[in-house]
Structures are given as C-alpha cells and as structure tokens.
C-alpha cells in the first residue's frame, strides 16, 4: 500500500538553528500539505502547495518557515531560526484532489 | 468560524459498550467531515467521512451521524474493542481541491477489556 513518507523520525536542534524536514508524498498525488502537532494538543495546518506553488497557509506559517519541492518526489519544510515553541510533530500529508489526506508517521522536532 | 469544537477530550468505555464522541463547527461551507484515528507515535489515519447530503453514515462498528441544522456530528464505535483504544480526532474542510483540513481537538478513548 502506498504511503507517506517523512524523515527524520526525530530531530533535536539548538534554538536559532534551521531545520529541514523531509517527506515523500504518494506518487500520484497532486496536493501537499504540513501540519503540526503540539504535544497532547490538536493537529493544526501550516501550509498546502498545489501545481509547484503555495496555494493557502495558516497563520503560523511565518516568514521563518518556507517549503519546497525541489525534485518530482520530495517535499520539504525548512525552518529558517527554529524557536522553542517550534517544538512539536510535524505531519506531511497529501491527497490526489478532493478528500481523504493520507498522513506520514511524522517528524518530531525538539528544540532546545 | 473556523473552528471545530469536540467533546469530551477523554472517555473510558468497557469492552463491548458504545463509545460516542461529539463534534460541533461553525462554518456552514464545511462540506465534508472526516474522523481520524491516531495511535501514539503514528499519523492520523482516516477512519470514515461524512458529507452533509446525508444524516448517516456506517461502516463496520463505525457510524457517523450528521446534524445540518444543528452543525453537529458525532463518531458512534459499536462494540468498543480495547484496540480501539486511541485518539479520535473530527474535522471538516471544504470539500474543493486542495482544501485544508480543520481539527477539532481529539479525543483519548481508552477501551478497558
């Protein structure tokens, strides 16, 4: 069964350093997403990417986080100068179009 | 408005009973309302989804139940098993492509055998 993938499963970081986190979506896919998951709250959107572009992003994603797709296959979240409230898991998701989003295990990034 | 409201935020139930978990929302162009099962150190997993053409929907021991007018949904497990044991989140998006994804903020169900 197809499925998404992130890496690394774990992260830990110096407060002010930049992080990428990594994800390949299912292949077929068209829509992209992350969303985070501070620890014992809900699953919250950050960004959706559409046709190589950004197409709606949440209040949270700052101008400290970018994304990207640099190659036909992956997906990345960079985190410019992480901050301790940066802490959380990261979810990748994607979808073909309308409907079910299929989400990766995720990436827990701490900050310290 | 864009939030989704879920409750209770944790419920035990004995193997075998009926667990209900309730959601409420408040943007009337929600069109689509999925339930997510997550187990620790996992993604969320799509569960089952309902749109509002309909007031009910049910696979397996899993049924949704729909209120338009009311804006509210709730998750119904038959048949509780302890591998049910999980966290329950609902949302709701607009069901356009690429629409995202609203949460509401999950529910810990513990099944005790």
């Known amino acids: 069964e197809p499925e998404v993938t992130q890496t690394p499963s774990h992260q830990v970081t110096q407060m002010g350093q930049e992080v990428i986190l990594r994800c390949v979506p299912i292949s077929n896919h068209l829509y992209f997403y992350w969303y985070r998951q501070i620890l014992g709250q809900k699953v919250e959107f950050l960004v959706s990417f559409y046709n190589n572009e950004i197409s709606e992003k949440s209040e949270i994603f700052d101008d400290q986080f970018s994304v990207e797709r640099p190659d036909g296959s992956n997906f990345t979240l960079k985190i410019r100068s992480t901050k301790l409230e940066d802490s959380a898991m990261y979810f990748c998701?994607?979808?073909?179009?309308?409907?079910?989003?299929?989400f990766g295990e995720g990436s827990r990034l701490t900050v310290l | 408005q864009q939030q989704v409201k879920q409750s209770p935020q944790s419920l035990i139930v004995q193997k075998g009973g009926i667990s209900i978990i309730n959601c409420a929302y408040e943007?009337?162009?929600?069109?689509?309302f999925p339930w997510y099962q997550q187990f620790p150190g996992k993604g969320p997993a799509l569960l089952i989804a309902?749109?509002?053409?309909?007031s009910e929907k049910k696979e397996g021991r899993f049924t949704i139940s729909f209120n338009k007018s009311a804006k509210q949904f709730s998750l119904h497990i038959m048949d509780s098993q302890p591998g049910d044991s999980a966290t329950y989140f609902c949302a709701a998006s607009r069901e356009t492509s690429g629409s995202r994804l609203t949460f509401g903020e999950g529910t810990q169900l513990t099944v005790n055998p």
């Open positions: 309902i749109r509002p053409d309909v």
């Open positions: 998701a994607s979808t073909i179009s309308a409907g079910e989003l299929f």
């Open positions: 943007n009337t162009a929600f069109d689509y």
